[in-house]
DNA sequence: AAAAAAC
């Protein structure tokens, strides 16, 4: 498909797609548009940056009542994360212009008497995260009656252990007769068979194919050993130079011990973030890394999903991700709608079954790569003996305790 | 055993 001019859209909706600079639907937007307009359940898997807050975002704009003919909400979009809430509304904000339009965010950690006026005031798309709107839910202060579109976004990540309890209760607070929309770039067939129960006879949209990851992502690994991972990285930045780049770690403590570090040289053009910074923080240290007021920011996965700057040119994963999907959506993070990005991923030994099982998940195989000084044991050893195969072999006796302690033997 | 998500 050319145009957004071959989809059935209004006007005034063309001329807004137009104006936030959209020229050609993605394959995404382009299959799933129609089906949304058509008032169809959709399951959408498409890759990491190819527009599916659009996909979603411009079918539900097209068809919001007025807030004259309608207060309450008429649809609902859950995400994982609270920046990730600002984000997808910042942009159907986008998509809504020349058409008075009120969205509200209901996620946690944010004014809670803010939000309360918004619904009161009048609120035709709410964008929120599962724990605070279940409790605008239970408050009574967000009203279902008028729902007839509920999407989950990262729907793979919505439906795991960790969120299906509150999700469950908010979906089925909301119309039967609804319509549902699942998106994600990873939607494993355990997950999609349990999002059919949420649905009716849902369209399933999937661009991904055999291909997983965006292939304009060049993806390369480093084998080291544990101690050796911050100097690595330190060269790595200097061999890079990166116009921006996310650094992600696999727990808090580590994500802020890693920021300490990279401090020391790069000072405030290093950045941190996760759960359990103040949410001012948070919002302030990606509102610098989107102004490019910041280098490097070093990560848990709570920007591992959705967050979409498209001036990040490398991903490195100085801890592996906990699972395959992780790592698509990491590495996600760059090659946005097209662009080049670069991903490295830190392999420390004994992590090579985790290696070989994201290869198999993305269907390719990461480049290794090397940087003179970090060889590992097993190489070092090999080099030298491969040199001067003798003297290493005297200097391992000489150097070995219990070579020297014990008397020869003839 | 991790991270995320309500006060």
């Known amino acids: ?115 309360l006026r918004q619904l009161e005031n009048g609120t035709q798309l709410v964008v929120g995260t599962p724990g605070r709107v279940h409790d605008h839910l239970q408050r009574g202060t967000l009203r279902t009656n008028n729902v007839w579109c509920v999407v989950l976004d990262e729907a793979d990540r919505m439906l795991d252990i960790g969120f299906r309890p509150q999700i469950e209760r908010i979906m089925r607070k909301c119309p039967r007769n609804r319509q549902t929309l699942l998106l994600s770039a990873t939607l494993p067939p355990v997950v999609r068979r349990l999002a059919e129960s949420y649905m009716h006879e849902p369209v399933v949209i999937d661009c991904c194919r055999d291909e997983m990851a965006v292939d304009t992502i060049e993806q390369r690994y480093f084998t080291i050993a544990q101690d050796d991972k911050v100097k690595l990285l330190e060269s790595l930045l200097k061999r890079e130079k990166p116009e921006q780049a996310i650094i992600f770690c696999r727990t808090k403590r580590g994500t802020d011990r890693l920021h ?123 080099a030298v003996a491969a040199a001067a195969p003798e003297p290493e072999k005297e200097l391992r006796r000489t150097l070995n305790p219990m070579t020297r302690k014990r008397p020869r033997r003839r």
């Open 1 to 115: 498909m050319d145009s957004f001019d071959e989809l059935d859209l209004s006007p005034i909706m063309r001329r807004a797609v137009k104006d936030a600079g959209f020229t050609t639907p993605s394959p995404i937007q382009a299959a799933l548009i129609p089906h949304a307009l058509n008032g169809k359940d959709v399951i959408g898997q498409a890759r990491t940056g190819t527009g599916k807050t659009a996909a979603f975002s411009i079918p539900i704009l097209e068809q919001l009542d007025s807030l004259e003919d309608c207060r309450d909400p008429q649809a609902i979009v859950i995400v994982p994360t609270r920046e990730l809430a600002d984000q997808v509304a910042a942009e159907a904000e986008r998509l809504a212009r020349g058409v008075p339009t009120e969205i509200a965010v209901l996620s946690g950690g944010k004014n809670m008497n803010r939000q």
């Open 260 to 382: 300490r570090k990279l401090s020391h040289e790069y000072g405030g053009a290093c950045g941190a973030i996760h759960g359990d910074l103040q949410q001012r923080e948070r919002d302030r240290v990606l509102q610098k890394l989107r102004d490019g007021n910041l280098k490097f920011l070093v990560a848990t996965d709570v920007v591992g999903r959705g967050i979409d700057i498209s001036t990040i040119s490398h991903i490195v994963n100085f801890d592996v991700p906990q699972d395959c999907d992780d790592y698509v959506h990491r590495v996600g993070r760059t090659g946005r709608m097209g662009r080049d990005g670069v991903a490295y991923t830190f392999v420390v030994p004994g992590e090579g079954d985790i290696l070989t099982s994201i290869e198999q998940r993305i269907n390719k195989l990461l480049i290794r790569d090397k940087m003179e000084g970090f060889e590992s044991p097993a190489e070092k050893a090999a």
